[in-house]
């Protein structure tokens, strides 16, 4: 930027407030030359035919970039759930292209449109579906929600339903959304994924394996719970909870034992086995799994709760007693 001119430097300053195209630099005063040394040392970002600020996040950049290409468009689907902070998750055996840039505009006489960088979705947009953040405008966590699940399989949907619900809209407001959306494609698989969701999920692992058990035949469990040892309440909480068969389920990504050194990851094996037994000392059975139980073995799963299952029914003693977790508790 200090070779440039004054001049040319305020004009270029106050243009990169949005995306500029290449024509755009030279008019304000940019040789072609500026332009490439200006990429060289990372002061200039360029997707999708547009150029920002070099020092601009870079998802953000990439999602303004393609907006500003593809004029009336507001970002959507994964891209406006990266941005936001909203759940996903698909399976990697799938090709859903959540790396791409997803955008939804009016329809008009051109149809949607999916590239190797860019999926563009032709709907109707209205003011309630839409929202501004960090100055792009976005599809609401609402209508996002909402959008994905009419794209995602069922299992997948309920991810992001399950932490919509849980951090930023109500119920009624997704259901707002379907009832705009009452003819739309794949809005019956979005209003089963409302319907099942649960705000209680606190990952992935755990929402996509409440769908895995429930399409298995089980019914569906409690979420969040603590239990009562005689004396006080344990401040352990279990993911999943099935009172009638004294049950309980862990959702164990590999993250949960992920540690900086040796000693910091024996420390945290050794508090997992003393929590699975204060568990036993209560008389449930646990069962702990992970995400390749889910996805790649959901039948062995099914059948490893329907043992426990079996073996929880037959205890004989006192049943153990228990609430579900308070906000403050799940936070912990």
Not at 27 to 43: F, H, I, N, S, T
Not at 165 to 180: F, H, P, Q
Request: with cysteine; hydrophobic share 40%.
């Amino acid at each position: 930027m200090k070779r440039l001119g004054d001049d040319v430097r305020e004009r270029l300053a106050r243009g990169l407030t949005s995306p500029l195209r290449h024509a755009d630099l030279l008019a304000l005063g940019l040789q072609k030359y500026d332009v490439e040394r200006l990429l060289r040392r990372g002061a200039l970002q360029r997707a999708y035919g547009r150029y920002v600020r070099g020092d601009s996040d870079q998802h953000l950049a990439r999602a303004a970039a393609a907006q500003a290409a593809h004029p009336r468009s507001v970002i959507s689907h994964f891209t406006a759930a990266e941005l936001t902070g909203l759940r996903t998750w698909t399976d990697a055996g799938r090709r859903t292209a959540p790396h791409k840039v997803w955008l939804t505009c009016e329809p008009g006489r051109r149809r949607n449109l999916k590239r190797t960088d860019v999926v563009l979705r032709r709907a109707g947009l209205s003011a309630t579906d839409l929202r501004l953040h960090r100055g792009l405008w976005l599809t609401s966590d609402a209508r996002t929600t909402i959008d994905l699940a009419r794209e995602l399989p069922l299992r997948e949907a309920v991810v992001t339903v399950d932490h919509a619900l849980a951090s930023s809209v109500s119920r009624a407001e997704l259901e707002a959304v379907l009832d705009r959306q009452s003819r739309w494609p794949g809005v019956q698989n979005a209003r089963a994924a409302v319907a099942l969701g649960d705000p209680g999920a606190e990952s992935a692992l755990e929402s996509y394996s409440r769908m895995v058990l429930l399409f298995g035949g089980l019914p569906a469990p409690v979420l969040q719970v603590e239990f009562w040892d005689g004396y006080r309440w344990l401040t352990i909480r279990v993911d999943l909870w099935w009172p009638e068969f004294r049950t309980v389920g862990e959702a164990d990504g590999l993250e949960k034992y992920e540690a900086a050194t040796p000693a910091e990851r024996r420390r945290l094996l050794r508090r997992a086995h003393e929590r699975d037994q204060r568990l036993a000392d209560l008389g449930v059975e646990v069962v702990h799994f992970g995400w390749e139980d889910a996805v790649h073995h959901p039948a062995d799963l099914v059948r490893r709760f329907e043992t426990a299952f079996t073996r929880g029914a037959r205890r004989t003693g006192p049943a153990p007693t228990w609430r579900p977790a308070t906000p403050t508790a799940r936070a912990a």
